[in-house]
């Protein structure tokens, strides 16, 4: 059987399409991955906390409020 890449040889138009090609899909594999699965996981994703609203506090009022 034969290989039908073989005719595109690296110094042709179709060779230099073929590897923009491969280029492009293994950045967009690693792009979607990255996205999609590690920095949801890295992140905590959709959890929330709480900050108290220490705004116009003096500094005396903000050693008590805070500790």
Request: cysteine-free; aromatic content about 12%; overall charge negative.
């Given at each position: 059987?034969?290989?039908?890449?073989a005719t595109y040889?690296?110094?042709?138009?179709?060779?230099?399409?073929?590897?923009?090609?491969?280029?492009?899909?293994?950045?967009?594999?690693?792009?979607?991955?990255?996205?999609?699965?590690?920095?949801?996981?890295?992140?905590?994703?959709?959890?929330?906390?709480?900050?108290?609203?220490?705004?116009?506090?003096?500094?005396?009022?903000?050693?008590d409020f805070l500790?």
């Open positions: 059987m034969k290989n039908p890449f040889k690296s110094n042709s138009l179709g060779g230099l399409l073929l590897s923009m090609l491969v280029a492009l899909a293994i950045f967009f594999t690693i792009g979607i991955t990255y996205f999609y699965v590690y920095l949801p996981s890295s992140t905590n994703h959709g959890e929330t906390i709480t900050v108290p609203n220490v705004e116009g506090m003096n500094i005396s009022e903000l050693e500790i």
